[in-house]
């Protein structure tokens, strides 16, 4: 593990502030763009060169053997060319992720302000009227750390894994004389085009704890660890055997993250988009089959992806992506309560619309989680607080579901060719009873009081008891 996990704000705020900047990959996504245009434009002449030759002038076996050759030096260059695109796109995402880890770390000069202000209070301290002041800058402080820490787990793990994808181009460049006399195969070009046979899973973490407030010494930074724990994790058992690629975005909510100056959720969820679509590129350009996987907020931010694939001319085949969101609040809580459009000011968040889209997408939510499986009669109060504790037992747990687990719901074509299918993760004991099984409550009274309390908890949701009375769905009362 890099060492910054356990390194002071000081030290990691003054680290990134030294640093170079993104200039220097943003210059190099260039060149490599500029790279893969020649490359496309030489394979292109070489190619219209060859035809003409043998259309018009050159018959025979010769010419049969040219074009055969030919045609293999067309396909290494165009090999070329879409690695140089992919090594652009893999640049362009590094400097994506320091401009968002650059954003999330905290200046340096408000870090020397608070152990400034710290060792003054502490000074001056004589009575021990200063304790509460001094606990409240010492919890800012807590909270920076973890701050810090976020930003630079979320940074290095995407740093790990452009560096894993990157080809050995001096490697190639080398072996080019060699190959292009003639001992270069077809399984050449299969090697360039796909350099990896390893299923990469790019994962689209939920909000953020990066400011979340410290009540005690190194909490923020043990909720930081099991959040880059989680982030890797999600979508694992869903998607067996593949490789995770954390896109490492704000996931902040505004204020509702705890600091005035986090980015709000409209802001996080568009700058996730990006970076979800550059790794999108690089991952596909190997030609290798591609999943996504979103947990909470990150399902949003597929949901807008979607979006934006539905209309590019230059998406990737549909048999290239497959995609799967977890524990999603839009499609759950907000889509139930808010019609889409309604913005809410204070998180800075504009309900969306679940999209058409061309690949196919699982919907996966834990059943009685708040977020993603809200009952829609709200003046049900027990099935209220049944969904409050499946939240929390539940909601990020959904990152680790497997299909074995989960019972179809719902699978729906859209106009162009995706299937939705939405699956759900069944709770057989209410979450409100989950802690009496925690303390040791016989299971015979556990399963003697859900057999009591589960149909009037059901009777607070349209879908497991549809003639029970009014519910709601897009903020308007369906009767």
């Known amino acids: 593990m890099a060492d910054f996990l356990t390194l002071s704000p000081e030290v990691n705020s003054a680290r990134m502030y030294a640093g170079g900047g993104p200039g220097s990959l943003s210059a190099a996504a260039a060149a490599w763009d500029e790279l893969a245009a020649e490359l496309w434009?030489?394979?292109?002449?070489?190619?219209?060169?060859?035809?003409?030759?043998?259309d018009r002038w050159w018959q025979g076996p010769s010419s049969r053997m040219m074009a055969a050759q030919a045609a293999r030096h067309t396909g290494w260059l165009a090999a070329a060319a879409t690695q140089a695109e992919g090594a652009a796109s893999q640049a362009q995402t590094m400097a994506l992720a320091y401009e968002a880890a650059f954003a999330a770390t905290v200046h340096p000069a408000l870090v020397a302000a608070n152990r400034a202000l710290v060792a003054w209070l502490a000074g001056s301290n004589v009575?021990?009227?200063?304790?509460?002041?001094?606990?409240?800058?010492?919890?800012?402080?807590?909270?920076?750390?973890?701050?810090?820490?976020?930003?630079?787990?979320?940074?290095?793990?995407?740093?790990?894994?452009?560096?894993?994808?990157?080809?050995p181009w001096q490697q190639l460049l080398h072996e080019l004389p060699r190959r292009l006399g003639g001992e270069h195969s077809d399984s050449t070009n299969?090697?360039?085009?796909?350099?990896?046979?390893?299923?990469?899973?790019?994962t689209v973490p939920g909000a953020s704890p990066v400011h979340a407030a410290t009540l005690l010494p190194f909490i923020g930074r043990l909720l930081a660890a099991r959040y880059a724990e989680l982030n890797?994790?999600?979508?694992?058992?869903?998607?067996?055997?593949?490789?995770?690629?954390?896109?490492?975005?704000?996931?902040?909510i505004g204020v509702l993250s705890g600091s005035l100056g986090a980015v709000d959720a409209n802001q996080s969820i568009a700058i996730g988009q990006q970076m979800l679509h550059n790794?999108?590129?690089a991952a596909t350009a190997s030609g290798q089959p591609v999943t996504v996987a979103g947990l909470s907020m990150g399902s949003m931010v597929i949901d807008r992806e979607l979006a934006y694939l539905a209309i590019d001319p230059n998406a990737?085949?549909?048999?290239?992506?497959?995609?799967?969101?977890?524990?999603?609040?839009?499609?759950?809580?907000?889509?139930?309560?808010?019609p889409v459009g309604t913005t809410i000011p204070i998180a800075g968040y504009t309900v969306g619309n679940a999209p058409e889209s061309q690949y196919n997408t699982s919907v996966v939510y834990s059943q009685y989680?708040?977020?993603?499986?809200?009952?829609?009669?709200?003046?049900?109060?027990?099935?209220?607080?049944?969904?409050?504790?499946?939240?929390?037992?539940f909601h990020d747990l959904t990152a680790y579901a497997a299909p074995q687990q989960a019972i179809e719901i719902a699978a729906v074509t859209s106009?162009?060719?995706?299937?939705?299918?939405?699956?759900?993760?069944?709770?057989?004991?209410?979450?409100?009873?989950?802690?009496?099984?925690?303390?040791?409550?016989p299971d015979w009274i556990v399963g003697g009081l859900n057999n009591v309390l589960k149909p009037l908890v059901d009777a607070g949701y349209s879908q497991y008891a549809p003639t029970a009375g009014p519910y709601f769905s897009h903020g308007n009362l369906v009767w």
């Open 41 to 54: 434009l030489a394979a292109a002449s070489f190619e219209s060169v060859c035809s003409g030759l043998a």
């Open 127 to 167: 009575f021990g009227q200063n304790t509460p002041a001094i606990a409240a800058a010492e919890a800012i402080y807590e909270q920076m750390w973890a701050q810090d820490v976020v930003a630079m787990l979320n940074y290095h793990a995407v740093a790990s894994a452009v560096g894993a994808r990157l080809r």
């Open 190 to 202: 299969t090697e360039l085009a796909n350099p990896s046979s390893t299923t990469t899973r790019i």
């Open 232 to 252: 890797t994790a999600i979508g694992t058992n869903w998607f067996p055997g593949t490789t995770p690629e954390v896109v490492s975005y704000p996931a902040t």
């Open 279 to 281: 790794e999108i590129l």
């Open 316 to 338: 990737p085949p549909s048999s290239a992506l497959t995609f799967v969101e977890l524990a999603g609040p839009e499609r759950g809580l907000a889509q139930t309560y808010l």
């Open 369 to 393: 989680d708040i977020w993603a499986d809200p009952p829609d009669r709200p003046w049900n109060l027990l099935a209220g607080a049944n969904a409050l504790m499946g939240a929390a037992y």
């Open 415 to 441: 106009s162009l060719g995706g299937t939705t299918t939405t699956y759900m993760i069944p709770s057989p004991t209410l979450p409100l009873l989950l802690p009496l099984k925690q303390i040791g409550v």
